[in-house]
């Protein structure tokens, strides 16, 4: 048996992969978190083979969520759902540690097949993120100016983007103001912005930030 904790802030999104993967046998639903603080509580106390993960959530990210999973060796496998589906973001995801990305909008037995791969222990990409990440590989350069920067600037910079203030991302990320301050100025200077408002503008054109956080920053 497959179990499975569904992480993601909107309920709607949360009941229609409940319905979709609890009418699949060998496959069970064990739990259900609305961010990504309670997510990872739930990931530590449940033990789940899969968490299917969005990557836009109040609390930690699903970039963070990813990150600690991997960081306290937890054995749960991480597959984000989002509705952005460019190269850059599944590349970092998958350098955080997940073991699956796929946009809200794929079928349903895209879902379920995702799911059983990745409890099986291999990886799953759809197949629209897949070409792209083989076209950028090919192409020789990235496609974006936010593949410049590390795992934890993309963190940083996620969190400036969607209106955080540095001592609350210092709190969150468990790091010094001070190392906060660095990472901010080190990836406004590799994305050529100087403030948060630019940040988020940015990062909604190229789809790494959805409407509504958009919207919320700007």
């Known amino acids: 048996m497959i179990s499975i904790v569904l992480v993601d802030d909107h309920e709607l999104v949360r009941t229609g992969f409940r319905m979709i993967l609890s009418q699949q046998p060998g496959i069970e639903i064990v739990g259900e978190a609305a961010d990504g603080e309670q997510g990872l509580a739930l990931i530590r106390r449940m033990k789940p083979d899969v968490a299917l993960v969005d990557v836009h959530m109040p609390q930690l990210s699903g970039i963070e969520l990813t990150d600690r999973v991997r960081k306290h060796k937890l054995a749960t496998r991480i597959v984000i759902l989002t509705v952005v589906n460019e190269a850059p973001f599944p590349r970092r995801l998958i350098e955080a540690g997940a073991s699956g990305y796929l946009t809200k909008g794929c079928a349903a037995d895209e879902l ?12 799953y990409l759809s197949p629209d993120v897949a070409e792209l990440l083989a076209l950028g590989a090919l192409d020789g350069h990235p496609g974006s100016p936010f593949e410049a920067l590390s795992a934890r600037e ?37 994305l050529g912005v100087g403030n ?3 940040l988020a503008h940015l990062a909604h054109l190229h789809g790494l930030l959805d409407d509504r956080a958009h919207a919320l920053a700007g």
């Not at 995702?114 to 990886?123: F, I, K, S, T």
């Not at 210092?170 to 103001?177: D, F, I, N, P, V």
């Open 112 to 123: 379920v097949r995702a799911v059983r791969q990745v409890a099986d222990g291999r990886r």
């Open 196 to 198: 948060p408002v630019a």
């Open 154 to 190: 993309l963190d940083v910079a996620m969190m400036l983007a969607q209106g955080q203030d540095m001592q609350r991302i210092a709190k969150r990320l468990k790091l010094s103001a001070k190392t906060v301050a660095t990472y901010k100025y080190r990836l406004f200077d590799k």
